[in-house]
């Protein structure tokens, strides 16, 4: 009982046992139960999904304000909706990826899945990592945020151009140095067949596991963004993890419904942009303001207003003009 109680990270054991149980239960949940025939997802079945992952979230919320307070109760809140809308934007990667391999739509959940445990592993040694070094060198909070307000003004000025996937340098050494098959072979990410010179069975990769190395490495860029945005918000590892995840999975169930309608969002990635710039500012804000921090509540509201904003112009101005009466 003893070992539950122990520090680790800021916070008990045993609430860092009970949030990767919870995940681990989603996760062989999710697989062995709701997906076990690999089935393809369609809107309605991701909605459902994603509307639970988003309760839950939210809940895991009132757990964090109940436990820890308030104070950290918002900031994980504010940190959930910063994750979750910054993550939106690697939906059109995702999506781009699925097209460029042509990974028929019942596969892709497959993919997603397993990428989804790269995302669990690398996120928590890159806020390990990042959390360390803040609590050693407190003025890297400085650097991070004035790292999300260039990202931010870059985005705005058209800097985060298209991925080019056909001269991807990570593809073309896979190519290189390892045996990949032009087709898919169903849901397997390697196959062994006759190596075309010596005639021996060896190992393939399929384009299925190549399209999961290019989606984890696309979650690894995307960190690079959103790991210094929650860290502008809290420093708390606990809260930073946790909103992370929780954002991650339910992306995962709604890429489904969100893929369908990409084009509806034109005008996100330039409010994902002034989100950046806000979240990078307010540590300058409260510095000059004499505040010892950036009031939570505030930065919750704000940044509800960026994203409605970006989603309600961007709605507006996709919509399909009604035809002209004769």
Do not use: C
């Not at 909103?243 to 330039?270: C, E, P, V």
Request: no cysteine.
């Amino acid at each position: 009982m003893e070992l539950l109680t122990l520090i680790f990270l800021g916070q008990p054991a045993w609430m860092w046992l009970g949030f990767i149980g919870l995940v681990m239960a989603l996760l062989a949940f999710d697989l062995g139960v709701l997906h076990r025939d690999g089935h393809e997802i369609n809107v309605r079945e991701s909605l459902l999904l994603s509307g639970f992952y988003i309760a839950l979230g939210v809940t895991f919320g009132g757990f964090v304000w109940w436990q820890l307070g308030p104070q950290s109760g918002v900031e994980y809140l504010t940190g959930f909706v910063v994750e979750k809308s910054l993550a939106m934007d690697n939906v059109f990667v995702i999506a781009m990826i699925f097209g460029y391999f042509a990974i028929p739509r019942h596969l892709q959940h497959r993919v997603l899945f397993w990428g989804i445990l790269g995302v669990i592993v690398l996120r928590a040694i890159m806020i390990g990592v990042g959390a360390t070094l803040v609590s050693e060198f407190g003025w890297l909070l400085y650097v991070f945020a004035a790292f999300l307000v260039f990202t931010g003004i870059k985005m705005l000025t058209g800097g985060h151009g298209e991925t080019d996937l056909a001269n991807n340098p990570v593809l073309s050494f896979m190519r290189r140095r390892f045996r990949v098959t032009d087709n898919l072979h169903g849901d397997r990410f390697f196959i062994r067949q006759a190596d075309p010179k010596s005639g021996k069975l060896v190992r393939f990769m399929t384009p299925l596991f190549m399209a999961l190395v290019m989606i984890e490495i696309a979650d690894v860029i995307f960190a690079v963004d959103s790991v210094p945005a929650i860290f502008a918000i809290t420093t708390d590892p606990y809260i930073v993890y946790t909103s992370n995840i929780f954002a991650i999975l339910g992306l995962r169930a709604l890429y489904f419904a969100l893929a369908a309608i990409l084009h509806r969002f034109a005008y996100l990635k330039q409010a994902l942009a002034v989100l950046l710039v806000f979240i990078g500012s307010k540590i300058f804000v409260a510095d000059l303001l004499g505040w010892e921090k950036f009031p939570a509540e505030w930065s919750l509201a704000i940044t509800f207003i960026i994203l409605a904003t970006g989603i309600l112009y961007s709605v507006w101005r996709t919509a399909v003009p009604k035809p002209a009466e004769s």
